[in-house]
């Protein structure tokens, strides 16, 4: 816990700081999300099969695997601010590809290239919230940028409806409403550069500056508890990132007969959850601690709403539900628990490695799912096909459960 009586930014400067990052982060999800609503026009107009939808988002995640890491140890190494600012540059470039590909190849190097700055971006911001804030609110303000980042996220999968024109038009300029979120990115990471370089002057943030090297030892002194909270966080993301921004719309539209607009519309209603509780949650982890406790819970819903999916006896308003509740409270834990168990400079590099096998669970699940569909005959004329997604998301998010428990287990021990 740092010193209450160090100097930190003005309110002024601090509110604007958040803006920025969070702009940053809104115009980033909605490029992530921008796939799961012009699936079914790029299987339509231009052939694409499921594998190759998941592909999309895929090969996204893949640099990540091996990349996010050294950019989080960049991160501990140069600065969040630079690394902010150059990533947002590179996912604008990645958008743009991707928009004016018309060949699955160019726009699977778009999403491939707006996928080397994106994570890392993340893992920058992160940092950067934890110098800005760090303290009692911290959570808090976490999961504040959370909840914008789903708003991206939602307004993504609102974008058939309030963009109805682009849609009409074909997937192309649906794709181009994502590129100018990409530059509302940049705008804010410009602005973020701008004040963070200002407070570091005058010394006002919480942690200490820039390591003078990489270091690599750093992979090894992480404890027990740190990989119990990446494992749930590799197995919650493997799920819910798969599921929500690439298959669920399709799903929706062909296995229970949803148009484009309404499919769209209850796939985004949990992102819209997400923007209004995760904060809620986020300050009830400030104000009661019990971090294990809350994550467990959060993460025993996602199992329960493949369950209901499964069974396909319950209304798609109660799986959303659930998974809405899941994906609310288990970030605004999970993000901020990192903080408690790993040094301040050490910070880049956990959320760096963390970020890299939560994207390499990303890769694998979207590929896998993409071919059990397709293996499947996952179609309108025969939903049975998608069976087989809807258990292996149930049987993975269990095993996210399971690790939470342990994360639980764990600290109950050390405080007995």
Known sequence: MP????????????????????????????????????????????????TQLGSLNAIYSLPNVFLVLVGGMLVDHFGARLVVFWTTAICL???????FGSQFPVMLLGRFLFGVGS??????????????????????????????????????DRSPSFARSLYEQGWQPALGLATAFAVLSLVGAAVYWYYDRREERRG??????????????????????????????????????????TFAIKYFQQAHGLSREDAST??????????FATPLFGLIVDRFGRHALLLASGS?????????????????WVSTV???????????????????????????????????????????????VGYLNDRGGASAD???????????????????????????????????
Not at 93 to 99: E, N, Y
Not at 348 to 368: D, P, S
């Open 93 to 99: 470039a990645g958008a743009v590809i991707t928009q």
């Open 119 to 156: 994570e890392t971006l993340s893992v920058a911001i992160l940092v950067a919230l934890a110098q800005w804030f760090l303290g009692r609110w911290f959570a808090l303000f976490m999961a504040l940028n959370i909840s914008v980042s789903r708003l991206g996220s939602y307004l993504a």
């Open 204 to 245: 006002t943030l919480a942690i200490a500056p820039p390591s003078e090297r990489i270091d690599w030892h750093n992979l090894l002194r992480f404890r027990a508890a740190y990989w119990y909270i990446v494992a749930v966080c590799v197995t919650f993301y493997a799920v819910i990132f798969p599921f929500r921004s």
């Open 266 to 275: 209850i796939n985004s209603y949990v992102f819209a959850a997400a923007v």
């Open 3 to 50: 010193n209450e009586s160090r100097r930190v930014p003005t309110t002024g400067a601090q509110t604007l700081m958040f803006i920025a990052t969070g702009l940053a982060m809104l115009g980033n999800y909605y490029v992530y999300d921008c796939i799961a609503p012009v699936a079914e026009l790029l299987t339509r107009q231009l052939g694409f099969s499921d």
């Open 300 to 316: 025993v819903l996602l199992p329960l709403s493949f369950l209901f999916l499964a069974s396909g006896n319950s209304s798609l």
């Open 382 to 416: 025969h939903a049975q096909g998608y069976a087989a997604m809807l258990w292996f998301f149930g049987l993975l998010s269990l095993a996210g459960f399971l690790f939470s428990a342990l994360l639980l287990r764990h600290e109950r021990v050390r405080r007995a």
């Open 322 to 368: 659930l998974l809405g509740v899941s994906f609310s409270l288990v970030p605004a834990v999970l993000w901020p628990s990192v903080a408690r168990h790993v040094k301040g400079d050490q910070l880049g590099t956990a959320y760096g490695l963390m970020t890299m096998l939560q994207n390499a669970g990303l890769t694998v699940a979207n590929v896998f």
